[in-house]
């Protein structure tokens, strides 16, 4: 066997061992889901059920069902995608901004979709990582400096996407920059709430990710008093917070790429809940430039039921 022949080899056997550790793994989380006592550890698509308190109450398979009607036949319309996964230290009690958690229960709910690929990155991307990258999901402590700038416009500028959520938006002492890119961004001290949250859609946008969304209640944290300003058109759920509208979930497109905030995402139980999962999985494959509905068969993989 030559060199090149070695090296390909070794290379097909890395990747079939890669795929047989996503298969045992998903073979745990079966049995995890199946198992009947409820003190049961959660399946690894799901994120730790270590809050002190209630979990919100589980969605019915009629709410589910009713968010993802109208979806087309996909089986011709997707391509091989590369999703890279950022996180950061986590800065919160339990059950709240458990950022390494979501990293590793995404990297495996993601990586069970058609065609997906995921990688991972702490705190930011080695260069690398991001020229592979299609879309980047960022769910960490936001920062902005000049090497984030350099890799943000670089990767816009190619028509990749980018995906924030909750404190990722914050741009610590340079927010006003970070807004640029983002629409909205921390930067001068921020409002906010805990508790129940009304997400109400805006429906006269007409936009895939909103699709047979009108209100959806959460209990969760929002933001609001951030610095920089969203055309009506982009935002496209708000809640009502200080006697008016606030955004939570919006999109914009700096130049051929895609950047898509979704505000909640303080509590571990967000992730785990399908309606929720629907909007950001929507939001992730519309910043890749791809189908809305690309990742639906995975809604309910380690979901609360």
């Given at each position: 066997?030559?060199d090149?022949?070695n090296?390909?080899?070794k290379a097909?056997?890395k ?15 079966a ?5 009947e006592?409820?003190t ?7 994120m ?8 919100p109450k589980s969605?019915?398979s009629e709410?589910?069902n009713?968010a993802l009607?109208?979806?087309p ?5 997707i ?5 890279l996964?950022?996180?950061g ?9 458990d950022?390494?958690?979501?990293q590793?229960a995404?990297?495996?709910?993601l990586a ?11 705190e ?8 592979r990258?299609?879309v980047v999901v960022l ?9 984030r700038?350099a890799d ?5 500028n ?5 995906v ?5 938006l914050?741009?610590?002492e340079r927010g006003?920059?970070f ?5 909205l961004s921390?930067?001068?001290p921020?409002?906010?709430?805990h508790g ?9 946008v ?7 969304f009108?209100?959806?209640?959460l ?9 920089g300003?969203?055309p009506p058109d ?6 009502d ?10 999109t914009?497109?700096?130049g ?11 509590y571990?139980?967000?992730?785990d809940?399908p ?5 950001l999985?929507?939001g992730?494959a ?6 809305v509905d690309?990742f ?9 039921r």
């Amino acid at each position: 066997m030559n060199d090149t022949s070695n090296l390909q080899h070794k290379a097909l056997k890395k990747k079939r061992a890669a795929v047989v550790t996503i298969a045992a793994a998903f073979l745990l989380t079966a049995a995890t889901q199946a198992a009947e006592p409820s003190t049961a550890a959660p399946p690894l698509t799901a994120m730790p059920r270590d809050y002190p308190g209630p979990r919100p109450k589980s969605r019915t398979s009629e709410e589910v069902n009713a968010a993802l009607a109208g979806a087309p036949n996909l089986a011709a319309k997707i391509r091989p995608l590369q999703i890279l996964l950022v996180a950061g230290p986590k800065d919160h009690n339990a059950g709240e901004h458990d950022y390494p958690a979501w990293q590793k229960a995404w990297a495996l709910l993601l990586a069970s979709a058609k065609d997906v690929q995921v990688d991972t990155a702490w705190e930011w991307p080695k260069p690398e990582q991001l020229k592979r990258a299609d879309v980047v999901v960022l769910y960490q402590h936001g920062d902005w400096n000049d090497q984030r700038a350099a890799d943000t416009d670089a990767l816009l500028n190619r028509g990749g996407g980018l995906v924030y959520i909750h404190w990722s938006l914050d741009g610590r002492e340079r927010g006003k920059e970070f807004a640029k890119r983002i629409g909205l961004s921390k930067d001068a001290p921020i409002a906010y709430r805990h508790g129940p949250l009304t997400l109400k859609f805006n429906r006269a946008v007409n936009h895939p990710i909103a699709r047979n969304f009108d209100r959806l209640q959460l209990v969760d944290e929002s933001y609001w008093k951030l610095y920089g300003t969203l055309p009506p058109d982009r935002v496209l759920g708000v809640s009502d917070e200080d006697g008016g509208p606030q955004p939570q979930i919006w999109t914009t497109e700096p130049g051929k790429g895609r950047v898509f905030v979704c505000i909640p995402g303080h509590y571990s139980w967000t992730f785990d809940d399908p309606l929720f999962r629907i909007i950001l999985f929507r939001g992730i494959a519309w910043a890749a430039h791809e189908p809305v509905d690309r990742f639906n068969d995975i809604v309910w993989l380690g979901a609360d039921r």
